[in-house]
């Protein structure tokens, strides 16, 4: 195609320009709406914690176990690093050793700290 001052531009040229602009910006929209959050767990409970997930809000879709090989000692505490919120706050889900679970809602994009305790609502599944 020849436009008016003469020069060319192929069209396929500006087809794949277009849609790598395209990819571009959902890359960018997309990492900006996913922040690192950290997310300190201190144990004053009499129970190990053993496993530590990360959930949406309002779903089930749980993240892989965040402590790995590692537990929470009563009376210990560790932090949980660098997972990443796509929304204002995550669900942080607790396992203790008998298997019972515990929640909290945490800000998205900042470092909190989580208490448990023996007072602490556990979800026993009965």
Same mark, same amino acid.
Request: charged fraction near 15%.
């Given at each position: 195609? +020849? @436009? !008016?001052?003469?020069? +060319?531009?192929?069209?396929?040229? =500006? @087809?794949?320009?277009? *849609?790598?602009?395209?990819?571009? /910006?959902? &890359?960018? *929209?997309?990492?900006?709406?996913? &922040?690192? %959050?950290?997310?300190?767990? =201190? $144990?004053?409970?009499?129970?190990?914690? +053993?496993? @530590?997930y990360v959930s949406?809000?309002?779903?089930?879709?749980?993240s892989n176990d965040?402590?790995?090989? &590692?537990?929470?000692? !009563? $009376?210990?505490?560790?932090?949980? $690093?660098?997972?990443?919120?796509?929304?204002?706050?995550?669900?942080?889900i607790a396992e203790?050793?008998?298997?019972?679970?515990?929640?909290?809602?945490?800000?998205?994009? /900042?470092? &909190? /700290?989580?208490? @448990?305790? $023996?007072? %602490? !609502?556990?979800?026993?599944?009965?």
């Amino acid at each position: 195609m +020849r @436009i !008016a001052d003469g020069s +060319r531009h192929p069209r396929g040229f =500006v @087809i794949v320009c277009l *849609a790598l602009t395209a990819l571009a /910006s959902l &890359s960018l *929209a997309a990492s900006a709406h996913s &922040s690192p %959050t950290s997310v300190n767990v =201190v $144990n004053n409970s009499s129970r190990e914690i +053993r496993n @530590i997930y990360v959930s949406h809000v309002n779903a089930d879709d749980w993240s892989n176990d965040l402590l790995g090989e &590692s537990t929470i000692s !009563a $009376n210990q505490s560790a932090t949980v $690093n660098g997972f990443l919120c796509d929304q204002e706050q995550v669900k942080v889900i607790a396992e203790d050793q008998d298997g019972c679970f515990l929640s909290t809602i945490v800000a998205c994009g /900042s470092t &909190s /700290s989580w208490t @448990i305790s $023996n007072d %602490t !609502a556990r979800d026993c599944g009965y």
